[in-house]
């Protein structure tokens, strides 16, 4: 770990890691650029058995002070100038509530010195320019600055696709970023239009996303597409590029498509007043609109809050505990986010059918709509490396703005803006596909934790910016390490492989009723709880299924049913 110059140091009489079942710690404070370090040993007595510490400072999301035995002094007056005042007292608290959920709490001695710290870690949490953080400055020495960027190219994508098919084409009318500001330099789109219709297309759409390929399902030939809105406005205004567009998907006479919408009806109507609107009827005959409302916003911010809230109070009774898991109504929001996805899924796979989704501004829900059908249709993606290129892919690529919406977690007391986490709940969908079908995904549970940590406060620059000519004007793939080829290093690939996994090349489809969603403890209990014997028991696991060949997949799938996967997923199928 590297560490930025010094800013400020502070004796600490105790740190407690609130809920964890720790011993608080005493020691010595300090203050970086980007860390907050602390030397310490139980008891202060400087024994070797000293531990140390560390954090990030822009993994911060609340600072919260309280002063103790608080009083004034008021020294003599000096050639009859005025007496000044100061704050003196014995010690003050600082409570630090950090975007991946944790709670730390500091006893600092002498009330000017706590208040000192407290806004030195305010200040320095709060700075909201990307070449400032972290990742600009951290140099490991196991990693060369330009691995892992490109492990995931869309052209490998499309060579996929390309020997299945030669619909789809690559096309580099986004080069400059000036058809679409958030969608990467390439693009797949319909081989059938040229580069100027997707420019007239791309002015018809919100924020310029004009449809473009998200997945294409070798199984029937069908693709899955994705956009923001199109700006029919209150006139009804068309775009006859962005008609040919959609009209050249469906191929066969008479073929159907479904545009599943992530807004309500009522939404999507209003949008009409402000510029934006729908697909109608009579200009896209052949598309089937479906409106599965998805919450993106402030509601889904809120659902958050109340969920951790309610998490971290300890003295809740059952009935009190249930009621509000209920009212903050984050497992709807999880139970409705896997329903639509498999609406996508069913669309393509047992209808044959072409799928658009959009809600409006396409970088949000169609982002976890899309990425959600695919981990549901194709086994690819539910390897370690596939997933990695989904996310890349699906997300990154794609466009959606993780500065703003991961720039503060559950626990700010600013009014949020632009914050939801949308990436979360994707994130917590897949947990939910993983145990449902445990045998299906080569990665853990550790993995969606390690991601969601990365995407609020990271070391790596894979998820700074919001879309990639941000990334490319602040030249992130050539200042900063991927987190792809960290997380790829065969010391720590193994610590997120599941040692279940099979490869199961049936789609998965999951249960959707109330009894099969659960809360994700692993994430929302993580701090409050002690992992220590669910830890030992994932060690247990690991040592019974054999690894000492480095081969997971095929030690998992010698060593158990191989049909067990394929049944579970097959009652699924019949659902």
Known sequence: ????????????????????????????????????????????????????????????????????????????????????????????TITLRCKDLKVLQLEIPGM??????????????????????????????????EAGWHLFPLERYHEQIAAQTSQWRLSSVNRDFTACPTYPPVVIVPAALDDDALRKAARFRHGG??????????????????????????????????????????????????????????????????????????????????HRPLERGRPLQESFVKLVDACSDTSLTMDRWLSRLESCRWLSHVKAALSTACLAAQCMDREAACVLV????????????????????????????????????EWIEAGHPFHL?????????????????????????????????????????????????????????????????????????????????????????????????SHNALVIWPSVEPQSIQLWQGLFLRWIRSSEYLDEAWAEIQRLVGNDDGSVEESAGNRRSPSLSDTTAQTENER
């Open 112 to 145: 000017e010195e706590c208040l000192n710290v407290a806004s030195s870690i305010e200040a320095l949490s709060s700075v909201d320019s990307v070449m400032l953080t972290y990742p600009f400055f951290y140099r490991p020495q196991s990693l060369r600055l």
């Open 209 to 290: 996303r004009f449809p473009v390929l998200s997945y294409y399902h070798r199984k029937n030939g069908t693709a899955m597409l994705r956009s923001s809105q199109p700006l029919t406005g209150p006139n009804r205004k068309r775009c006859r590029e962005d008609e040919l567009l959609l009209a050249t998907v469906l191929e066969e006479e008479g073929e159907r498509g479904f545009i599943i919408d992530t807004r309500s009806a009522q939404a999507a109507k209003q949008a009409r007043v402000t510029g934006g609107g729908t697909e109608p009827k009579s200009s896209y005959p052949r598309w089937k609109r479906l």
């Open 358 to 393: 959009h809600g409006a501004e396409g970088t949000d829900t169609t982002l976890l709509v899309t990425a959600l059908a695919q981990l549901i249709l194709d086994p690819g993606c539910r390897t370690l490396a596939g997933f990695q290129g989904l996310l890349e892919r």
């Open 405 to 501: 919406r991961c720039a503060r977690s559950a626990y700010s007391h600013a009014r949020p803006k632009q914050e939801a986490p949308l990436f979360l709940l994707f994130l917590d969908c897949v947990w939910q596909l993983g145990r449902q079908f445990p045998f299906s995904l080569e990665f853990g549970e550790r993995l969606l934790l390690t991601l969601f940590d990365n995407a609020y406060a990271s070391s790596y620059g894979t998820f700074l910016g919001n879309n990639e000519k941000e990334r490319c004007l602040c030249k992130v793939k050539e200042s900063t390490h991927s987190l792809w080829a960290w997380l790829n290093q065969p010391g720590e690939k193994k610590k997120y492989l599941n040692p279940l996994y």
């Open 1 to 92: 770990m590297e560490f930025a110059e010094l800013i400020k140091t502070a004796t600490v009489e105790s740190v407690l890691l609130s809920g964890a079942g720790l011993p608080p710690v005493r020691g010595t404070l300090c203050i970086t650029s980007h860390h907050l370090l602390l030397s310490s040993c139980p008891g202060g007595d400087g024994a070797p058995g000293a531990i140390e510490l560390w954090l990030l400072i822009r993994n911060v999301d609340a600072v919260e002070k309280r002063v103790q035995n608080l009083g004034w002094y008021q020294p003599p007056r000096t050639n009859g100038s005025p007496r000044g005042t100061r704050l003196a007292g014995s010690s003050g």
